[in-house]
Each structure stands twice: as C-alpha cells, then as structure tokens.
C-alpha cells in the first residue's frame, strides 16, 4: 500500500468521525429544543371547607346486662334472639314453684302474727278495765302490756317476710328495664341460673345512638360552641365500608376533664339511627368540617409530587419552561387541597405531565 493511499483512508476516517460527532451534536440540540406536552390549571383562592378526622366508636346511649335476680331453672323465654323490646315486657322466667310457696307461708305467718297480736291486744284492753278497780294485780298488766308489744314486732316481722317473699317471686320474672334491642341469648330453657351471677343478655338502646371519640385539647373550644349551639352542620361519620352516614350528628356530651397523659378529652355525638345502620362497637371515622375564616391558595391534589417526604410541584414560566417549587400543604379536602406556603395566586400548576419533567423543560401547555 503506497503513502499516497494511507493518507486518502485517514482523511475518510477523519470526515467520517466529523460527520458522526456533527449528527450527535444535532440531535442532542433537537432533543433539548423538544416540547413536552402538559396540561395545567390557574392556582385559584377560595373559602376552603375540609374535615377534621377522628377514630370513633358506637356506644348505646342506654346499656344494661340482664341477670338472674332469684336462683332455679329457666322456664320460659318469651323473646327472640336479636328482637326489639319495650319497656316492661316479659323476657325470661324462672321457676316460680319454691317462691311462690315461701309467698304462701309468709302470708300464712303474717295472719298467724296479726291473730295473735288481735287475742293479746284484747287482753290488754280486759286488764286495762280491771286495773282501774283494782280487781288485777299490776304485774299482770305489765305482762299484758309487753306481750302487745312483742306481738306487734312479730306481724312486723311477718309483713317483711312477705314483702321479701313477693319481691323474690316478682323476681322470677325478668322485665326490660326500657324499651331498646337484645343481644342473643347466653342461656337457653331448663339451664340453672345463679341469683346475681349468671347472664341471661344484654340489652341496649338502638336509636337515637352515640359515637364516641377523643379530641386534642386543642379543639374543645370550637366543640363546645357546637355544642351550645346545637348545630348538625358538619358532624358527621364515615363507615367502615367507606361511606358516609346520610345523617348528621350532633355534640352532646363533652367529658368534664382532660386526660393528663394523652392531652385529650373524650366527646360524644348523637345521631339518629332509623335503620339500625350503626351497631354497638362498630369502629368507625368521626369528621368535623373545618370551614376557613380568608380565602386560601388551593391546587388539584394529583398536581402534588411527593418526594422524600416532601411536597413539591412544577409550574409554567413565562418562558413556557418548568419550574420546580417545594411548597408547604394544609387541608384536603375532596381532590383538592390547600397550599400553605410555595405558590402565588395565579400561578400556572402543571397537574398532568409532571412526574417526568425536570426543570428547565420546554413545555406545550394545554390549559384544564
């Protein structure tokens, strides 16, 4: 191979390597002159109402354990599992057979009593007369005197045997004690019940019905102005599935002191309960509305990049480039939510687009 040729493929390889480096220096200046396509929306102030969230839980404003009062068999069960009851109905029975005999022999001892107490007082009464001839000796009728006394001890006595007698008897029968729901039975008929031990079910109240929840110390100010004014506005629940409760609430009743160790205060709500919705110990979500007194900045929740912990979003510069902000977020409410710090009123906030932009970045925007 002569110079002559050497020198002309060193010469291509020159060109060659001058036109490659040209074409990549081409494309890099085409690919940073490359548009991004965004959509964005006009950073808006307004009246901003989001919701205070709490852990709740349902309580029966009204609860009680139905007990055995008397000891012996259960024979009857006059209600069902689960069933609705007023105040005064009959729920269970225990054999009556042993208290209704005691009430027998208590009031066959009390007539006992008192015809004895009728035969003593008559003697007194013969001895009295005696007495004032002369025609007794007076120890006699110091005798007569204390026997009346004894015997009206023991009808007494005897009315009280009766009374407990009768209070066993009535006893054996269980009442609700006010109208509400039972449980399901925790005894069945023919079991042995204990006088003050066993349980026979659990009542409670169904509607109206409390949910129960503990606020920061914080927020008892604003809680008792709801509760004085006994307003239903922005009280209300979500339910374990999600959704809201279609009634609201209303405070009523705020415990009478702090919690030292936790800085808390347990609160009750009221809600209506028509359909049986809200079930005792249901765990569920309490919501305040929060209503701000000025206008506030607020931007679509989907504009928001979180990253590291932090909140950050991009928005438009009057050269049409992005623009990176790290910004401070309050309150959210629905698919918005309120910028604290960060952002101006007017701004233009890329809120489709932005996970891959870096800053700097030529847009084609598209307003929402």
């Known amino acids: 191979m002569t110079k002559k040729t050497i020198h002309y493929l060193l010469f291509l390889g020159s060109a060659a390597l001058w036109q490659s480096c040209g074409n990549n220096k081409q494309e890099a200046a085409q690919g940073t002159n490359t548009e991004k396509d965004v959509s964005v929306v006009t950073v808006e102030e307004q009246i901003v109402t989001g919701y205070q969230e709490y852990p709740a839980y349902v309580v029966p404003l009204q609860e009680t354990e139905l007990r055995a009062e008397v000891s012996g068999y259960i024979t009857n069960i006059l209600v069902a599992d689960g069933a609705l009851v007023s105040k005064g109905q009959k729920l269970y029975e225990i054999d009556r057979t042993r208290y209704a005999a005691d009430m027998d022999q208590a009031k066959a001892n009390l007539a006992v009593a008192e015809s004895d107490l009728d035969r003593v007082s008559r003697d007194l009464e013969r001895y009295q007369k005696l007495a004032k001839s002369d025609a007794i000796a007076r120890q006699t009728l110091d005798y007569a005197e204390t026997d009346v006394k004894n015997q009206r001890a023991q009808v007494q006595a005897a ?55 503990q606020v920061n110390e914080r927020d008892i100010e604003r809680l008792v102005k709801l509760q004085k004014n006994n307003s239903s506005a922005g009280i209300e629940v979500r339910l374990p599935d999600g959704s809201i409760y279609e ?122």
């Open 159 to 213: 009315k009280a045997t009766v009374d407990n007698a009768n209070t066993n008897l009535s006893r054996s029968t269980i009442y609700a004690p006010f109208s509400g729901s039972v449980g399901i039975s925790q005894v069945r008929n023919g079991a042995l019940v204990t006088a003050g031990t066993t349980l026979l079910n659990t009542l409670s109240t169904t509607n109206p019905i409390a949910v129960e929840f």
């Open 247 to 368: 009634e609201p609430g209303k405070i009523t009743v705020i415990d009478r002191a702090v919690d030292r160790t936790t800085g808390t205060l347990r609160v009750r709500a009221t809600f209506n309960n028509t359909g049986d919705r809200l079930r005792a110990g249901m765990n569920l979500t309490l919501r305040l509305a929060n209503t701000s007194m000025e206008n506030q900045l607020v931007i679509p929740l989907r504009a928001v990049i979180e990253q590291l912990g932090s909140s950050n979003v991009y928005t438009v510069s009057d050269s049409s480039t992005a623009e990176f902000h790290a910004v401070e977020l309050g309150t959210k409410f629905n698919d918005k939510v309120v910028v604290v710090k960060g952002l101006e009123a007017g701004a233009q906030v890329i809120v489709d687009g932005a996970n891959n932009l870096a800053e700097g970045d030529k847009l084609k925007v598209q307003k929402k």
